[in-house]
């Protein structure tokens, strides 16, 4: 069994930059694929970043590309979504989920083995 509990939403202004986190624990860390999804108010959960096992290969959807960085540290079992130059459209609850085995590049939501609860980011503009 694997527990995921994200950390770092908060609120902020257009431009603003924040580090999301998400601890993992009950399983090995190192052979999940690491996904980000996110949802705004009235939306679909959507794809935001993923990074493999290892952090060698990462993908962003295009709209946070250039502007987010997910990355890993294995030996603390986390994985971070770094956000910079956070625009209004961004404000979403912000999911960490785990895929145990590769589905698809990226992986979809139905992809994912395990889901944490997620963790709100609002910016204002």
């Known amino acids: 069994q694997l527990q995921l509990v994200e950390s770092g939403g908060g609120l902020l202004q257009t431009g603003d930059s924040l580090r999301l986190s998400c601890a993992a624990s009950g399983r090995t860390f190192s052979s999940l694929t690491m996904v980000w999804f996110r949802q705004a108010p009235g939306k679909e959960r959507e794809f935001v970043a993923v990074?493999?096992?290892?952090?060698?290969?990462?993908y962003y959807a295009g709209s946070v590309k250039g502007r987010f960085t997910i990355s890993r540290d294995n030996a603390k079992n986390t994985v971070y979504l770094q956000m910079d130059g956070l625009k209004p459209e961004d404000t979403a609850v912000y999911y960490c989920a785990a895929d145990v085995n590769y589905s698809r590049w990226p992986p979809r939501t139905d992809d994912v083995d395990y889901w944490g609860k997620g963790t709100l980011v609002t910016v204002s503009s």
């Open positions: 990074i493999s096992g290892s952090g060698s290969s990462r």
